[in-house]
């Protein structure tokens, strides 16, 4: 396989699950409300959907039991943010070591449990096409919504009336208040959904990717997600493009090394920090732009 | 809208709360303390210890850098743990998921504060954090995992696994068909160095064209990656996986979906891998660990460095998988019996490394145990550059 096929296959695998998660953010923070529990919520989807899927012998239901499981958290977020006026920090990162804590109790019975994981599905006719075969269409079904997901996202973020809707909460719950929306309601949709994309970016990797469980099984790849919504400048589109480069970094490396070339994985461990402050140097005025209003008052809740 | 930040406060601790309560539960979950409380005064093991030494009940903490069932490096420490447990007035505390960090002295220190007066701190990095715990308390004994230098209340134990991954190197060289090995490990660490190169010579004792390309997660347990290294290790050509991992369970599984064939480690995972499975370098710390409780209880204990072989037992082949060819299994067994009766030494010269450079002279008989333990390069045949 050619050293590009190989990356650009890896990009898509590694990309995947943060993609998914880095998608369910930009939804939140579009209604101003930022959730740094996105790993706690990443790790209550890999864990319940491993679980279901031990027990009921069927990823399938694994996925729904993860779009559960981190909408459900994610919930209490919202819970806490916009009913109770939290600090969302506070409650993000509250969550964070939550969603560690409970995964690790609940899903300790299920290390050594061996499941089915979702099968790799070749698509007939494409998945023989030179480059874009390997790349794009060997894949199980999780990495195959996400593209589509993020096309349809970006739509309904920019060119839907209830786009328009999440944004004017996001900008100012009082405006939004003032033109007849229920802003509250709006947030808590925005954060639920969040949590359940994030939700389902764990279930791919605990059902197809690594098709294992372990605790602490997601290694921080939540806060990457975070990272690559301010990359993103809040658009689902750039969000699956940093997705992907995140998940070209590690593939990169490895393959490098698989190739007998030596880097630091350490040092390409950083890309998609450096990568998020090479963006708020040179798009500072840009990102400015783009940045949901609300977002500024993270310290009192949705106040 | 409009919620004073006072509420904030106040919900935020209700949330502390939970949080605590949900911590507290895992702590729960995960912390068996078990205590023997029968009367008898010395176990027939305990020899020297009689007495009122014996009679008194001895707290012995253990810290795991990972969780006790991760099918790897932890849960093989911890079948170590259990067998202490039988042991006659012994108390264990085990604490999972220490960082290798100044969290792991904290953790000591608590362990301390509950009586502990031997500590068993199994990750390598705990050593420093032991050794600084050390200085406070003189009175109390840590017994650490792999760590190469002591200090005056801190010994070290570990064992001869890269013998094991010598004959297991056998098998690999002769499962390959495309003659390319891979090796997907956490850190360069010299026992990760030992082990690779060990398995490449082993290798190439049977397979003269057989090469290791080595891969780095710079992580001891990220299944995501560790799959991600096999796929990319399966798209060069790479049919045999090994693995120098804490939980090398997700790597098993993923060489096994790609059809390669797959050397495991610390525990036996053939069950992960039905077709591809070869074997595994594995550990069996139950006798050391019991020995070392009742020469430190007995008062007998010198701080050294233990190291143990597979002529000892504590480094033991996993049972073979249906790969394995009964040929192979049989010149396996003779290079095993070669290396117990010390007729085979891996080490011996001359060892070349990556660049060619003769590091061990030919005609030099195998260094010791703690000079091997310093290396710090790849042999000859060994593709990957050690990270810095």
Known sequence: MSFVTAVSAGAVRAGTSVMYASLGEVIAQRAGITNLGVEGCMLAGACAAYIVAAETGSPYLGIIAAFAAGGLFAMLHAFLV?????????????????????????????????????????????????????????????????????????????????????????????????????????????????????????????????????????????????????????????????????????????????????????????????????????????????????????????? | MGILPLHAGRWLLCLATVLAIGLLAVACGSDDESETTDGAATSPAAGSASGAASAKTTVIGFLYVGAVDDGGYNQAAYQGQLAVEKLPNVKAIKAENVPESAEAERVMEQMIQQGATIIF??????????????????????????????????????????????????????????????????????????????????????????????????????????????????????????QHQDCPGAGIQAAEKAGMFSVGYHVDGSKLAPNGWLTAATWDWAKLFVDLVNQVRGGTYKVSQVRLSMADGAVKLAPFGKAVPKDVRDQIAATQAKLLSGQLQIFAGPIKDQSGAERIAAGAKQPEVTSLEQMNYLVEGVIGKIPN
């Open chain 2, 121 to 242: 701190p199994t990750s390598f990095g705990h050593l420093d954090p032991a050794i600084k715990v050390g200085e406070k308390y003189p009175n109390v004994t840590f017994l650490h995992q792999g760590g190469l230098k002591t200090a005056k209340n801190v010994g070290t134990y570990f064992g001869a696994s890269w013998e094991a991954n010598y004959l297991a190197g056998i098998a690999a060289g002769k499962a390959t068909k495309s003659n390319k090995l891979g090796y997907v490990v956490a850190f360069p660490i010299s026992q990760t160095l030992l082990n690779i190169n060990a398995f490449e010579l082993g290798a190439k004792s049977v397979n003269a064209a057989a090469t290791t390309t080595v891969v780095f997660t710079a992580n001891w347990c990220d299944p995501a990656k560790i799959s991600e290294s096999v796929k990319n290790l399966k798209a060069q050509g790479v049919d045999v996986l090994n």
């Open chain 1, 82 to 303: 916009v009913t109770r006026g939290a600090n969302q920090l506070a409650s993000g990162l509250a969550l964070m070591f939550l969603g560690l804590g409970m995964t690790a109790f609940f899903g300790r019975p299920y290390v050594k449990v061996q499941i089915t994981p979702l099968r790799d599905y070749a698509i007939p006719g494409l998945s023989d096409l030179p480059y874009l075969g390997s790349v794009l269409f060997h894949h199980d079904v999780l990495t195959y919504a996400v593209f589509p997901l993020a096309g349809l996202l970006w739509w309904f973020v920019f060119r839907s009336r209830w786009g328009v809707m999440l944004r004017a909460v996001g900008e100012s719950t009082e405006s939004a208040f003032a033109v007849g929306l229920h802003p509250a309601r709006i947030q808590y949709a925005a954060v639920t959904f969040g949590g359940a994309l994030a939700g389902l970016g764990g279930a791919q990797i605990s059902l197809a990717y690594a098709a294992t469980w372990v605790e602490n099984l997601t290694q921080g790849r939540g806060f990457i997600a975070v990272a690559l919504v301010i990359f993103a400048m809040w658009n689902p589109l750039r969000a699956m493009v940093g997705a992907l480069l995140f998940g070209g970094a590690v593939a990169l490396q490895l393959q490098l090394q698989a190739r007998g070339v030596g880097v630091s994985p350490l040092l390409l461990d950083m890309t998609p920090y450096l990568l998020t402050i090479v963006v708020l140097l040179v798009w500072a005025q840009r990102g400015r732009d783009a940045f949901p209003a609300g977002l500024t008052k993270v310290f009192r809740g949705t106040g």
